[in-house]
C-alpha cells in the first residue's frame, strides 16, 4: 500500500522527519480530513492521535485551535506522555489525558479516534450501551469497554480510570460523552470507528421499538465476532483506507503538506 501511494506520502516532506514519520502524518491527517467528510466533528473540540514510529512515548495530536479540514502533515503536535510538546503549538487537555492513558498503558496500540458524533454519545448514555442487533455491531460483540462520565477529562487523575475501564479491548464508549477507538494502524482504527458509527445509526434507528428488535444467537453473536477477528487490520490496510485515501484525492483535499 506504501507503494501504490508513494507519491502521496512524498509530497511536502522534508528531512526534518524519518520517512515513517512522516507517513504517520500523512495517514493521520488524512483521517482528520476523513473525518470532517464525513462530519465527524464537533468544531475543534474532538481528537485523533497516532504515535511516533520509533518514538514510543510520543504521539501526534492537532492543534486544538485547528478545525479538521485545516489539519495537515506538518501542523500535527507531537506531545509526550508527560504532556510536554515538542515545538510550538497547544494541544487539547482532555485529549492530552485521554489519548496518553491509552497509549501509555496499552503498547499494542498505535492509534486513537475519539470522537462525539449525535449517535455515538446517545448510545454511550443508553444504559444498555450497543445492542448486538447488526452485523457492523457484531464485530464488537463482547469487546466494548463503559467508563463512566467524570467531568471533561481535564485531571490527569482519571487516566487510571480510563486505563482500567478499558482493559483489554479496542473499543469504548465515554458514558453521556461519546466514544473512543484504538487500534495497531490508523487503518484499522479508522475501519472499526466506520462499523461502530453504523452500528449506533441503525440501533437508534431502532430503539422506540426495543421489544420488536430481533438479535442473533449466541452461536451466531460469537461466530460473527470472531470471523471480523479473522479480518483484522489486514483487510483495512490493503483495502479499506487505500480506497479512503483515492477518495480523499480524488476531491483534491490536500493533507499531506
Given at each position: 500500500m506504501f507503494k501504490e501511494f508513494q507519491d502521496i506520502y512524498e509530497r511536502g516532506r522534508n528531512n526534518f522527519y524519518s520517512i515513517d514519520e512522516w507517513k504517520a502524518r500523512v495517514d493521520l491527517a488524512a483521517c482528520y480530513q476523513i473525518f470532517d467528510q464525513k462530519g465527524w466533528t464537533d468544531g475543534i473540540n474532538t481528537h485523533l492521535s497516532m504515535r511516533i514510529?520509533?518514538?514510543?512515548s510520543h504521539f501526534l495530536l492537532k492543534p486544538d485551535n485547528l478545525l479538521f479540514y485545516e489539519v495537515k502533515a506538518s501542523n500535527l503536535i507531537?506531545?509526550?506522555f508527560s504532556?510536554?510538546?515538542?515545538?510550538?503549538?497547544?494541544?487539547?487537555k482532555a485529549?492530552?489525558?485521554i489519548h496518553a492513558a491509552i497509549l501509555e498503558a496499552r503498547s499494542d496500540l498505535n492509534c486513537i479516534l475519539h470522537h462525539h458524533t449525535d449517535a455515538?454519545?446517545?448510545i454511550s448514555s443508553l444504559k444498555e450501551g450497543l445492542l448486538p442487533m447488526s452485523q457492523h455491531a457484531l464485530g464488537f460483540y463482547d469487546k466494548v469497554s463503559y467508563h463512566n462520565y467524570q467531568?471533561?477529562?481535564?485531571?490527569e487523575s482519571e487516566k487510571i480510570s480510563i486505563q482500567k475501564d478499558l482493559g483489554k479491548n479496542n473499543t469504548m464508549f465515554l458514558r453521556n460523552h461519546g466514544v473512543v477507538v484504538c487500534g495497531k494502524s490508523i487503518a484499522g482504527a479508522y475501519a472499526?470507528?466506520?462499523?461502530?458509527?453504523?452500528?449506533?445509526?441503525?440501533q437508534l434507528l431502532c430503539q422506540n421499538n426495543n421489544s420488536n428488535i430481533i438479535l442473533p444467537s449466541e452461536e451466531v453473536k460469537k461466530f460473527t465476532s470472531s470471523q471480523f477477528d479473522i479480518f483484522g487490520d489486514q483487510r483495512a490496510v490493503d483495502l479499506e483506507w487505500p480506497a479512503m485515501l483515492r477518495w480523499?484525492?480524488?476531491?483534491?483535499?490536500i493533507f499531506a503538506e
Amino acid at each position: 500500500m506504501f507503494k501504490e501511494f508513494q507519491d502521496i506520502y512524498e509530497r511536502g516532506r522534508n528531512n526534518f522527519y524519518s520517512i515513517d514519520e512522516w507517513k504517520a502524518r500523512v495517514d493521520l491527517a488524512a483521517c482528520y480530513q476523513i473525518f470532517d467528510q464525513k462530519g465527524w466533528t464537533d468544531g475543534i473540540n474532538t481528537h485523533l492521535s497516532m504515535r511516533i514510529p520509533g518514538n514510543h512515548s510520543h504521539f501526534l495530536l492537532k492543534p486544538d485551535n485547528l478545525l479538521f479540514y485545516e489539519v495537515k502533515a506538518s501542523n500535527l503536535i507531537d506531545i509526550d506522555f508527560s504532556g510536554k510538546v515538542s515545538g510550538d503549538g497547544e494541544v487539547n487537555k482532555a485529549g492530552y489525558v485521554i489519548h496518553a492513558a491509552i497509549l501509555e498503558a496499552r503498547s499494542d496500540l498505535n492509534c486513537i479516534l475519539h470522537h462525539h458524533t449525535d449517535a455515538g454519545i446517545a448510545i454511550s448514555s443508553l444504559k444498555e450501551g450497543l445492542l448486538p442487533m447488526s452485523q457492523h455491531a457484531l464485530g464488537f460483540y463482547d469487546k466494548v469497554s463503559y467508563h463512566n462520565y467524570q467531568g471533561v477529562a481535564l485531571d490527569e487523575s482519571e487516566k487510571i480510570s480510563i486505563q482500567k475501564d478499558l482493559g483489554k479491548n479496542n473499543t469504548m464508549f465515554l458514558r453521556n460523552h461519546g466514544v473512543v477507538v484504538c487500534g495497531k494502524s490508523i487503518a484499522g482504527a479508522y475501519a472499526s470507528c466506520d462499523n461502530l458509527e453504523t452500528a449506533c445509526r441503525s440501533q437508534l434507528l431502532c430503539q422506540n421499538n426495543n421489544s420488536n428488535i430481533i438479535l442473533p444467537s449466541e452461536e451466531v453473536k460469537k461466530f460473527t465476532s470472531s470471523q471480523f477477528d479473522i479480518f483484522g487490520d489486514q483487510r483495512a490496510v490493503d483495502l479499506e483506507w487505500p480506497a479512503m485515501l483515492r477518495w480523499l484525492d480524488s476531491k483534491n483535499i490536500i493533507f499531506a503538506e
